[in-house]
T-cell receptor, first 111, second 111 residues
Framework: GQQLNQSPQSMFIQEGEDVSMNCTSSSIFNTWLWYKQDPGEGPVLLIALYKAGELTSNGRLTAQFGITRKDSFLNISASIPSDVGIYFCAGQIGSNYKLTFGKGTLLTVNP | DVKVTQSSRYLVKRTGEKVFLECVQDMDHENMFWYRQDPGLGLRLIYFSYDVKMKEKGDIPEGYSVSREKKERFSLILESASTNQTSMYLC??????????FGSGTQLSVL
């Protein structure tokens, strides 16, 4: 099956720093989604990307759909303590009903 | 806003018990999914349903069954709970091919 490699696995940063994480695959996707999960909660959708090259922002978050359609990245600018959590990428191929998820990036922000 | 509601946040059951996890969505979504989430393993798909009375096995269906008698409700059944089914269970739903929305999760402990 398809696999997504998400990196880094974890990050420990200072408040105010920018953060970057990415997902890569050997497969082509036609949709990329980025989620954030707070401890003990379900993942919440942050950004959805539908076109190669698309760059989309949601507040301090920016995500891009890679031009090869095999990767995506998420940037968080000027991090704050409430950015703490696990960030997941997910990709979908064609009309396949299943999404493929990365294993997540655990972000810790030191005030 | 889309609402995906899981009936219990925390459940404690004994080995061998039959366990029902219920999920309800209020947005007339065709597709519904059950995942389990374990540390280091990410999100793994147990079963999904692309419409009423339809179901398909995901990546780890062993020990589970599902029921989708009404469009808004998708139930996950553990016929005989075992300790290795202790996990966080996440329900999700979406309009066909669109963004996936998650519930808050059920943390199940099997003793």
């Amino acid at each position: 099956g398809q696999q997504l490699n998400q990196s880094p696995q974890s990050m420990f940063i200072q408040e105010g720093e920018d953060v970057s994480m990415n997902c890569t695959s050997s497969s082509i996707f036609n949709t990329w989604l980025w989620y954030k999960q707070d401890p003990g909660e379900g993942p919440v959708l942050l950004i959805a990307l539908y076109k190669a090259g698309e760059l989309t922002s949601n507040g301090r978050l920016t995500a891009q759909f890679g031009i090869t359609r095999k990767d995506s990245f998420l940037n968080i600018s000027a991090s704050i303590p409430s950015d703490v959590g696990i960030y997941f990428c997910a990709g979908q191929i064609g009309s396949n009903y299943k999404l493929t998820f990365g294993k997540g990036t655990l972000l810790t922000v030191n005030p | 806003d889309v609402k995906v509601t899981q009936s219990s946040r925390y459940l404690v059951k004994r080995t061998g018990e039959k366990v029902f996890l219920e999920c309800v969505q209020d947005m007339d979504h065709e597709n519904m999914f059950w995942y389990r989430q374990d540390p280091g393993l990410g999100l793994r798909l147990i079963y999904f349903s692309y419409d009423v009375k339809m179901k398909e096995k995901g990546d780890i269906p062993e020990g589970y069954s599902v029921s989708r008698e009404k469009k808004e409700r998708f139930s996950l059944i553990l016929e005989s709970a075992s300790t290795n089914q202790t996990s966080m269970y996440l329900c999700a739903s979406r309009k066909r091919g669109w963004k996936l929305f998650f519930g808050s999760g059920t943390q199940l402990s099997v003793l």
